[in-house]
């Protein structure tokens, strides 16, 4: 018994650490392909990361799983692209061949470009491929990202399968359920019937062991969540169904220029009326504003929005009038684990969190 991926077949029992090349119009890229075939049949989980250029620990998080996964204690296979998009990491840069506006373009994002196209640009030719050789003989997906803002996870709403592998997943507090434009590789995932998950470690542009530790333990728990090798997965202790209907997110604007100080992490629970942050003005520096949580709920982050937007200018806390200082949203469902692990990584924009991102 095998399993062949582009091409490229693998006896049960065995690992395939090769690449493959996809050819579009006026150029050919090529892509690391892992392959573990397992020793007994079972579903096959695909994992992708390293879409966009400046998201390193996903790609280091993949070797470092397959390299030390056992393919005789594993029931189906485990197909992985770490690096869609060489391209870009070439670049340095989040899409290649330019960033427009230094943040998503349809034009370029290869996380906008799913299921592709043969005749497309090199985004939609890439997805294309793995869509057709990988994706299509899948049984689930996990897209693995990165980001300056806090860690977190997303799936569809009212997409049971893929919640369950979020939850199942186990070492992120934050789940999403955002209904997002089409383009991203989960949101193929309904089409063909199969779960598919995002998951997003800080930070940009650096390789972040402690999510890689992480990481290694949720990879592992989303195999036995399949079926595909034997335990219970390791949860952390507090989980959190967030809604991403941002209609129903609730948000506070600064009344004065000013140094924001917060009290509260990114990701904490928040109770409506609790501090969350205190603004202190520029010119007499004395408080100008106590923000206090508008309604129950997560607080998804402090400081001027997008919060991305600091993965590529810089991360501050000095704030001007009218700029976003909070931004709370519902939570569906909290989950307590009992005996599960404590949680690591509330990380960014805490006072517990001493720096803006945990590089270590
Ligand atoms: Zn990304």
Redesign the pocket.
């Known amino acids: 018994m095998s399993i062949e991926i582009a091409g490229q077949s693998v006896d049960s029992g065995e690992k395939l650490f090769s690449s493959m090349r996809i050819d579009c119009p006026h150029d050919c890229i090529e892509v690391p392909l892992f392959i573990v075939a397992g020793a007994r049949p079972g579903p096959t989980f695909c994992f992708l990361s390293g879409?966009?250029g400046t998201?390193l620990t996903g790609p280091e998080a993949i070797r470092r799983f397959v390299e030390g996964l056992d393919p005789t204690e594993l029931a189906g296979n485990v197909v992985a692209v770490p690096v869609v998009n060489p391209r870009a990491m070439r670049a340095k840069q989040?899409s290649y061949p330019y960033d427009r506006w230094v943040w998503f373009t349809d034009l370029n994002d290869t996380?906008s470009a799913w299921p592709g196209r043969p005749d497309g640009n090199p985004a939609e030719c890439t997805t294309h491929v793995i869509y057709n050789e990988i994706l299509v003989k899948s049984q689930a997906l996990a897209s693995l990202?990165?980001?300056n803002y806090r860690p977190y996870m997303a799936c569809l709403p009212g997409d049971l399968a893929s919640r369950k592998l979020c939850f199942d997943y186990g070492r992120i507090s934050l789940i999403y359920e955002s209904q997002r434009p089409g383009g991203c590789v989960q949101y193929s995932c309904p089409k063909l019937g199969i779960p598919g998950i995002l998951v997003?470690w800080p930070p940009l542009r650096r390789i972040n062991h402690t999510a890689i530790e992480e990481s290694l333990v949720g990879m592992r728990n989303l195999l036995i969540s399949m079926g595909m090798l034997a335990g219970t997965p390791r949860r952390i202790s507090d989980q959190y169904l967030v809604d991403y209907d941002t209609s129903k997110h609730a948000k506070i604007h600064a009344v004065d220029d000013g140094v924001l100080v917060r009290e509260k992490a990114w990701g904490a629970p928040v109770a409506e009326g609790e501090v969350i942050a205190r603004l202190y003005d520029f010119y007499k520096y004395r408080e100008v504003q106590c923000i206090t949580a508008p309604i129950d709920g997560i607080l998804n982050n402090t400081g001027p929005e997008p919060p991305h937007l600091a993965t590529f200018f810089m991360q501050t806390d000095s704030v001007v009038k009218g700029e976003l200082l909070a931004w709370v949203a519902p939570c569906i469902e909290h989950v307590q684990n009992e005996g599960g692990d404590p949680w690591r990584h509330t990380l960014m924009g805490g006072p517990e969190s001493g720096l803006t991102c945990l590089l270590q």
């Open positions: 879409e966009h998201e989040h996380s990202h990165c980001t997003e």
